[in-house]
């Protein structure tokens, strides 16, 4: 091998000829073990010009002039990275902004410390690790102890984001081998479980749904349906559950895809309509239909009529009773067929009514039954 040194300037510059014509250059070593290797314990090369755009280019290309070109952008003071392919400029691919440290990938304006942009097709941005071990991105303040961690378990096949602080709080997983997603817990055991986390000050909301897009239409939803096919051209599903706008809490179903209908309704003030979306005015449950049961239990606060069989109750005379019927057409204190019609029957106030006319009618057998007696006994005397 031979070697060639020149001394400038106190650096030494060795050029060192091997057999092979392969040329090694060695700035501030006599042992290059490159095709330029250069040491020193300052600043080590130092690329400069006066053009008024760009300073300092480096080409790092293949021998049909693929690769990239290195140099800083004077004009807007950022460091280019330039792609080549056969000699031909594929643009600046990566920017390094000087002032503000800003990478740029696919763009030489990053708006912040890494931007991706693409004008051709999406922006991707890919961190991979090995077999059966973690690929994490972190989200942090300066210091790295707040902040949330994005992270991919290779072992368990699972990707979740979590709490970068003193509760490291598990946000959502998703199992990509059951497909189940879990809130608040990394262990989901259905396709979505929501579990509330320990340290929340947050209201007692384990799902909460809000639709802002239209003031006037502004419902929140849920959809239910066993199959695609059954969600009709509207977005129709077989049934529904939700929130509608000066409503209230709604139930739908329909018969068929496009004929979703409210089946009950939960208003402000608790009450419950089941069959109208209108609830009776003073009522806490109305129903447009008819209802089957086993039993009904009313309970009443006035009292009920026994006190028809005290000794100060004032029993109507039958005159006085065939009067009111004479008059009015209906028994006293028994409301019209009219009066029915209108406004319904209170079905506890209505069983009291009816009970306070069958003590009184028994007051009246028990008075008709005690004048027969004493005409019995007048007639046998007789």
Same mark, same amino acid.
């Given at each position: 091998?031979?070697?060639?040194?020149?001394?400038?300037?106190?650096?030494? /510059?060795?050029?060192?000829?091997?057999?092979?014509?392969?040329?090694?250059?060695?700035?501030?070593?006599?042992?290059? &073990?490159?095709?330029? %290797?250069?040491?020193?314990?300052?600043?080590?090369?130092?690329?400069?010009?006066?053009?008024?755009?760009?300073?300092?280019? /480096?080409?790092?290309r293949t021998s049909n002039f693929t690769g990239?070109?290195?140099?800083?952008?004077?004009?807007?003071?950022?460091?280019?990275?330039?792609?080549?392919?056969?000699?031909?400029?594929?643009?600046?691919?990566?920017?390094?902004?000087?002032?503000?440290?800003?990478?740029?990938?696919?763009?030489?304006?990053?708006?912040?410390?890494? %931007?991706?942009?693409?004008?051709?097709?999406?922006?991707?941005?890919?961190?991979?690790?090995?077999?059966?071990?973690?690929?994490?991105?972190?989200?942090?303040?300066?210091?790295?102890?707040?902040?949330?961690?994005?992270?991919?378990?290779?072992?368990?096949?699972?990707?979740?984001?979590?709490?970068?602080?003193?509760?490291?709080?598990?946000?959502?997983?998703?199992?990509?081998?059951?497909?189940?997603?879990?809130?608040?817990?990394?262990?989901?055991?259905? #396709?979505?479980?929501?579990?509330? /986390?320990?340290?929340?000050?947050?209201?007692?909301?384990?799902?909460?749904?809000?639709?802002?897009?239209?003031?006037?239409?502004?419902?929140?939803?849920?959809?239910?349906?066993?199959?695609?096919?059954?969600?009709?051209s509207g977005g129709f599903t077989p049934a529904? /559950?939700?929130?509608?706008?000066?409503?209230?809490? *709604?139930?739908?179903?329909?018969?068929?895809?496009?004929?979703?209908?409210?089946?009950?309704?939960?208003?402000?003030?608790?009450?419950?309509?089941?069959?109208?979306?209108?609830?009776?005015?003073?009522?806490?449950?109305?129903?447009?239909?008819?209802?089957?049961?086993?039993?009904?239990?009313?309970?009443?606060?006035?009292?009920?009529?026994?006190? *028809?069989?005290?000794?100060?109750?004032?029993?109507?005379?039958?005159?006085?009773?065939?009067?009111?019927?004479?008059?009015?057409? %209906?028994? #006293?204190?028994? #409301?019209?067929?009219?009066?029915?019609?209108?406004?319904?029957?209170? *079905?506890?106030?209505?069983?009291?009514?009816?009970?306070?006319?069958?003590?009184?009618?028994?007051?009246?057998?028990? &008075?008709?039954?005690?004048?027969?007696?004493?005409?019995?006994? &007048?007639?046998?005397?007789?």
């Amino acid at each position: 091998m031979h070697k060639l040194k020149f001394a400038l300037y106190g650096m030494m /510059i060795c050029i060192c000829v091997p057999i092979f014509a392969q040329q090694n250059v060695g700035i501030g070593t006599t042992d290059p &073990q490159e095709k330029l %290797h250069i040491f020193s314990n300052s600043p080590a090369l130092l690329i400069q010009n006066d053009h008024t755009s760009q300073s300092g280019r /480096i080409a790092l290309r293949t021998s049909n002039f693929t690769g990239y070109d290195m140099y800083y952008k004077t004009d807007q003071d950022y460091l280019a990275f330039e792609g080549f392919e056969s000699g031909n400029s594929l643009g600046t691919q990566m920017a390094i902004q000087l002032s503000s440290g800003n990478v740029g990938i696919g763009t030489i304006q990053p708006e912040a410390n890494l %931007h991706i942009s693409t004008i051709l097709g999406n922006s991707k941005a890919w961190i991979t690790s090995g077999f059966n071990t973690n690929s994490e991105l972190a989200l942090a303040e300066a210091f790295g102890s707040l902040g949330v961690k994005l992270l991919y378990n290779g072992l368990t096949d699972q990707f979740s984001i979590s709490e970068i602080g003193p509760f490291a709080e598990t946000f959502m997983v998703i199992d990509r081998n059951s497909t189940n997603v879990g809130f608040g817990t990394d262990s989901p055991a259905g #396709p979505i479980e929501i579990e509330r /986390i320990s340290n929340s000050t947050l209201p007692n909301y384990m799902l909460l749904l809000h639709n802002n897009t239209n003031a006037n239409l502004s419902n929140a939803m849920i959809g239910f349906s066993a199959s695609a096919a059954e969600i009709g051209s509207g977005g129709f599903t077989p049934a529904a /559950i939700g929130f509608v706008r000066d409503k209230g809490l *709604v139930f739908r179903s329909s018969t068929g895809s496009d004929d979703t209908q409210t089946r009950m309704l939960i208003d402000g003030a608790g009450n419950i309509s089941m069959g109208t979306e209108t609830p009776a005015t003073g009522h806490k449950l109305s129903v447009d239909g008819k209802i089957a049961c086993e039993e009904v239990r009313v309970e009443l606060s006035d009292s009920w009529p026994d006190y *028809v069989f005290s000794q100060s109750y004032n029993l109507p005379t039958l005159g006085e009773v065939r009067s009111h019927i004479t008059e009015k057409g %209906h028994l #006293p204190g028994i #409301p019209s067929a009219r009066e029915v019609e209108e406004n319904g029957l209170v *079905v506890g106030e209505m069983q009291r009514n009816m009970m306070e006319k069958i003590e009184e009618l028994t007051l009246y057998i028990l &008075q008709q039954d005690e004048r027969i007696k004493k005409l019995e006994t &007048q007639l046998k005397k007789d």
